[in-house]
């Protein structure tokens, strides 16, 4: 333990000795993981497009003679996705062109007094315009499935204002109560005051008459009834099919937090993997290897000191990383425990892959180069989502990411940084079995390859 | 030290065939012969690197000190930071006093603080040396120790092998230069492809030579010995 400990003091002079390749070795994979991290929270979900509204201000939808209050469709749509405001239809070109907006929504002027037409015996068909820069497949894609996600949204909301402006006028039928249009206010009885009445006065009418009253007190009932079942059936016109969404599996966290705990794993398995990685190597590189485990150290003694230097640069670096984005997410430190734990694990199996990696290399650039064409993919295959492949491409994937200490690690933070999400121990046992299986395979490496 | 018919193989190829010798302590032997006749092999096996595949090799008398070919040092840290680096690992009671003495043998003691990479091969080659003395070896393995040195560092590096094989260590030494061999191998074991074709002092050698190669016999050390070799079918 001693040899160990004099070790892990001398390659920690040899990182101080290289301020620039140590600087490299920090800077670099949070470069890395911050625009990863970036790329991700930000997603395709806040478009850039182009919104030129036409309709006159205070123009409204009318039914059945009376304006309804606005659906404030632009609130909606602009909630969706980032609105660029132009003045007219060749600056909205101008920017789809340009590339500045994704598309160009514009609403024409005549656009209410269509849809006002709906209710008339000479209905028209409203159109909205939508302006598209169709340069590349993938992007032209997008959005079409942006702007009509974006457009039954919009019909949507006014269908529901509708729905709700007659379900009103149902209730006004039913029930009764005041009525305001053309600036007056008027009563209206409603089916169920005039059965009350209807009741009321019949016992005082002759009785050859009352027979002829019952019928139409009975239809005053029946009415009310079944217009009391309408009103619910024409707020579901609005939306017939309602989504009911049931996680069954994959909790998974807030967009945020996940984009912190790739980035967090991203820079703990690059500083990790390739600092053991090259530390080993560099053991052979300067000829120290067989000088070293002929009775100074043993071989595991010497794995053992470049996991551990792996793991404390690691926990130093991702535990700055975490702290560090607490400026702009807060993050619940009381599960700093959590992180603790999960660095530890993850920077243990990473730093076992490492070694595997720096025991099979002579050269320690040779190694560095070997340590990112193989954690790089890795690491971007392990945030492949499930559906996003074909199933048996993704099984493939989950196999092979299961055997790189990447997407447990990744699973580790982020059970460790999201107090609802899953549990930390499935992840832990993963990293721990990773450990060993590398930890066996570097020490092979080292006899077959390092041998004299 | 001792090895006892030493075998090993590299796959097909037998990089030592049945190699035996004795040296006792204070013995100077020089390990020559021809690229490929397996003198790094048997000094990686002396030095408990490499294992035979068959045969033995043992040590009665303690600590086997090794320096490789390749100066083994950490070369972005200093002369004094590589030495307490080894004195530590090989557990010394004080280690910087064994430093300061290194320093002193090397004479490197004004260069403590330069850092390695900084140094000629002959100054990184005496670190090299001062690291496998550290142990205070019985058994001193030197492979091929003044490769790269000019003339006045080989004349040092020998004066300070002689000094300690004059205090007792056995010194076991590979190299390419037999003009050198003849000067500080107080015997000679001659490799080639693996078998150990002569065993003994320089004079025997020579003597050898007259008998089998008797036209190369009174020419320099280096023609007599290629001649002895060809003789021998190598």
Redesign the interface.
């Known amino acids: 333990m001693g040899g160990v400990r004099w070790l892990l003091l001398k390659d920690l002079q040899i990182l101080r000795r290289s301020p620039l390749q140590a600087g490299l070795l920090v800077v670099y994979p949070i470069l890395i993981a911050v625009l990863v991290g970036f790329a991700i929270s930000r997603g395709p979900e806040k478009p850039r497009v182009a919104f030129l509204n036409e309709v006159p201000a205070g123009t409204r939808i009318t039914v059945g003679g009376a304006q309804l209050p606005s659906a404030n469709v632009k609130g909606r749509i602009c909630g969706r996705v980032e609105c660029i405001f132009v003045a007219d239809r060749a600056e909205a070109e101008d920017k789809v062109k340009s590339g500045d907006a994704l598309a160009a929504l514009i609403l024409p002027a005549n656009l209410v007094n269509k849809i006002n037409s709906l209710s008339t015996l000479t209905p028209g068909v409203p159109e909205v315009e939508v302006l598209v820069n169709e340069e590349n497949a993938v992007k032209a894609e997008l959005v079409d499935d942006r702007i009509t996600s974006l457009l039954a949204q919009a019909n949507l909301a006014v269908a529901r204002r509708i729905g709700s402006e007659g379900g009103r006028y149902l209730n006004l039928i039913v029930n009764g109560g005041e009525f305001k249009a053309l600036g007056g206010s008027f009563h209206i009885l409603g089916l169920r005051t005039s059965a009350k009445i209807l009741e009321a006065v019949t016992p005082a009418l002759p009785k050859g008459l009352q027979p002829s009253l019952k019928e139409v007190t009975n239809f005053a009932a029946q009415a009310r009834d079944n217009l009391d079942v309408a009103k619910p059936l024409i707020a579901r016109l609005a939306q017939p099919i309602k989504v009911d969404k049931v996680v069954v599996g994959g909790e998974s966290p807030p967009l945020e937090i996940f984009a912190i705990a790739v980035a967090a794993t991203f820079t703990l398995a690059f500083v990790v993997v390739l600092l053991v990685a090259g530390s080993l190597a560099l053991e052979r590189e300067e000829n120290a290897f067989p000088r070293l485990t002929r009775g100074l150290v043993s071989t595991v003694g010497l794995l053992g000191e470049k996991v551990l230097l792996g793991m404390a640069v690691g926990l130093v670096v991702t535990l700055l990383m975490l702290l560090g984005m607490q400026f702009f997410v807060p993050l619940e430190l009381g599960r700093i425990g959590l992180w603790l734990l999960a660095i530890l694990f993850s920077g243990a199996a990473l730093g076992a892959a490492g070694a595997a990696l720096g025991a099979a290399a002579r050269e320690v650039r040779a190694v560095s180069l070997l340590a990112f064409m193989l954690t790089l993919p890795i690491a971007f295959l392990s945030l492949v989502p499930s559906g996003a492949v074909s199933p048996v491409v993704f099984d493939a994937i989950r196999y092979l990411t299961a055997l790189f200490p990447f997407k447990p690690a990744l699973q580790a933070l982020t059970a460790a940084i999201d107090e609802t999400g899953p549990g930390i121990g499935g992840p832990l046992l993963h990293l721990t079995v990773l450990f060993f299986a590398y930890a066996a395979i570097a020490r092979l490496a080292l006899r077959r390859f390092a041998a004299v | 030290m001792r090895a006892e018919n030493v075998v090993k193989r590299f796959g097909s190829r037998e990089a030592l065939r049945g190699v035996s010798f004795e040296a006792a302590a204070g013995d100077q032997v020089a390990v020559i012969g021809p690229n490929g006749a397996g003198k790094?092999t048997l000094l990686?096996i002396l030095?408990?690197?490499?294992k035979p595949d068959e045969g033995e090799v043992s040590s009665t008398n303690g600590e086997v000190g090794?320096v490789?070919q390749?100066?083994?040092?950490?070369?972005?840290?200093t002369v004094e930071?590589n030495l307490l680096?080894?004195a530590?690992?090989?557990?010394h009671g004080d280690p910087r006093a064994s430093v300061e003495e290194m320093l002193e043998l090397t004479g490197l003691r004004d260069r403590r603080g330069e850092?390695v990479a900084r140094l000629s091969g002959g100054n990184q080659q005496r670190i090299n040396i001062a690291?496998g003395l550290l142990s205070r070896p019985a058994v001193l393995l030197l492979d091929e120790p003044s490769v790269g040195l000019d003339p006045r560092q080989r004349s040092r590096l020998w004066e300070f092998v002689s000094a300690l094989a004059e205090r007792g260590t056995t010194v076991i030494f590979s190299t390419h230069d037999i003009q050198e061999a003849e000067r500080y191998g107080g015997r000679l074991l001659v490799l080639a492809d693996g078998e150990a074709l002569f065993d003994g002092p320089p004079d025997e050698l020579r003597e050898a030579v007259r008998r089998e190669a008797p036209e190369a016999a009174d020419r320099d050390f280096e023609t007599a010995f290629v001649a002895y070799l060809h003789h021998r079918g190598h």
Do not use: H, V
């Open positions: 790094t990686s030095a408990g690197i490499s090794w490789p390749q100066a083994a040092l950490y070369r972005r840290l930071e680096l080894f530590r690992l090989e557990g850092i690291i």
